[in-house]
Nanobody
């Protein structure tokens, strides 16, 4: 059974940086494409970033492109989300997710339904 555990969230000021980590267990991480989603209060869960199994391909939401970087260390079974220049609108619970579905269109890879395994979430709060 795949289990994902996020860490690294917290309260920061606008312009600060944070790095989220997602440690996977019960699986070999390089069998899965990995993704970060986020959900703000009262909002739907939205795609943030995805990384391919090898780490060779990455995809980002327009709202975080340039500021956020997704990476992975398969030897450590860990995925990261480096978040720079944080804004108050980045405030949300951030979820790590894994998918064994590949060869997806760009629209498909941004759908939460594609991801079969989820972490419990990490709160990120950015004050102005």
């Amino acid at each position: 059974q795949v289990q994902l555990v996020e860490s690294g969230g917290g309260l920061v000021q606008a312009g600060d940086s944070l790095r989220l980590s997602c440690v996977a267990s019960g699986c070999t991480l390089n069998d899965y494409a990995m993704c970060w989603f986020r959900q703000a209060p009262g909002m739907v869960r939205e795609f943030v970033a995805r990384i391919s199994r090898s780490g060779g391909s990455t995809y980002y939401a327009d709202s975080v492109k340039v500021r956020f970087t997704i990476s992975r260390d398969n030897a450590k079974n860990t995925v990261y989300l480096q978040m720079n220049s944080l804004k108050p609108e980045d405030t949300a619970v951030y979820y790590c997710a894994a998918s064994s579905r590949f060869r997806l269109t760009d629209n498909q890879r941004r759908l939460a339904s594609v991801y079969g395994y989820w972490g419990q979430g990490a709160q990120v709060t950015v004050s102005s």
